[in-house]
C-alpha cells in the first residue's frame, strides 16, 4: 500500500517566511507522495516542484461572480494535484455545509479529494455515529471513488498535542472502512491527523490498514516535516 503525507499550512506565514520555507522543502523533499498544502495567495511558488500540491479548500461553483472564492477548475488549471474537502477548521469557523458539493465538483475537475472527518470532544462518546453521517452526507451521489481519500482526524486532537490512543485510532479506521466496504463497495486509503509530531510517527505508523497521515503544525518547520516523511515513505 502507497503511504502519503499531507502538510497543512493553513494560514502561516509571510512572504519572506515562505521564501525560505520553500527553499528548505525544496531540498528536503523530493516525492510526490507528499502533499503540501499552502494558502492560496502563496500556491503560484510551489507548483511544479517534485513534491505535489493541493488547496486547502475550494468554492462549490465552477466559476462566476463569487467575490473572494478559489474553483476547483481555477485549482486544476494551475495544475494542483489535491483538495481538502471539509477540515474541521472550515466545519467549526465557517460553518462549512457544502462539503458534498465541494467534493462532487473537485472529482469532476479532475482534482484528487481529501475528505476530514471527525469528532469534537463532547460527541466522543457517540464517535461512531458522528463518522458515519459525516462519510454518507459528504458521499452522498458521488459516483467515481477512485480519487478520494479519507483523513480521519478527531477535532479534539487537531493543534492540541493530545492523541487518540493507537488502538482508538485502529478501531475507527477500521470503522470507516467497513463503512466503505457496506455501503459504497470501496476500499479507499484512511489517513490519521492531529497532533502529529516527529515523535509520536513511529507509533501512528504501525497502525494497520493506515494510509499516510495530515500533519498540521509539525508541517510547518521543513526538518520536522522532513523527519515524518522519513518514517512513513521509508
Ligand atoms: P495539527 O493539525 O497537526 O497541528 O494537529 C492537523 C490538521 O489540522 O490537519
Redesign the pocket.
Known amino acids: 500500500m502507497e503511504k502519503i503525507i499531507?502538510a497543512?499550512l493553513?494560514m502561516n506565514f509571510t512572504y519572506e517566511e515562505v521564501k525560505e520555507y520553500i527553499s528548505k522543502i525544496d531540498e528536503l523533499i523530493d516525492d510526490k507522495r507528499v502533499i503540501i498544502f499552502p494558502g492560496n495567495i502563496y500556491i503560484p511558488y510551489f507548483i511544479n516542484k517534485k513534491y505535489s500540491i493541493g488547496i486547502q479548500n475550494v468554492n462549490e461553483k465552477e466559476a462566476g461572480a463569487y467575490t473572494g472564492e478559489v474553483s476547483a477548475m481555477q485549482a486544476k488549471s494551475m495544475n494542483i494535484d489535491y483538495a481538502l474537502i471539509g477540515?474541521?477548521?472550515r466545519r467549526i469557523y465557517y460553518n462549512e455545509n457544502k462539503i458534498n458539493d465541494k467534493i462532487k465538483i473537485s472529482l469532476k475537475n479532475g482534482l484528487k479529494v481529501i475528505l476530514?472527518v471527525g469528532e469534537k470532544e463532547e460527541e466522543k462518546e457517540y464517535v461512531e455515529k458522528v463518522i458515519h453521517k459525516q462519510i454518507i452526507d459528504a458521499l452522498d451521489n458521488v459516483k467515481d471513488f477512485n480519487n478520494l481519500i479519507i483523513?480521519y482526524?478527531p477535532i479534539w486532537?487537531?493543534?492540541?498535542n493530545v492523541m487518540p490512543t493507537t488502538d482508538k485510532i485502529k478501531h475507527i479506521i477500521k470503522y470507516i472502512k467497513t463503512i466503505l466496504k457496506n455501503k459504497y463497495n470501496i476500499d479507499i486509503p484512511i489517513l490519521y491527523?492531529?497532533?502529529?509530531n516527529e515523535e509520536n510517527i513511529n507509533k501512528i505508523n504501525e497502525i494497520d490498514d493506515l494510509s499516510g497521515v495530515?500533519?498540521?503544525?509539525?508541517?510547518l518547520i521543513p526538518e520536522k516535516l522532513n523527519k515524518i516523511k522519513e518514517v512513513v515513505l521509508k
Open positions: 499531507a497543512n493553513k477540515h474541521s477548521e476530514c483523513a482526524e486532537a487537531v493543534g492540541t491527523g492531529g497532533s502529529i495530515l500533519v498540521g503544525s509539525s508541517s
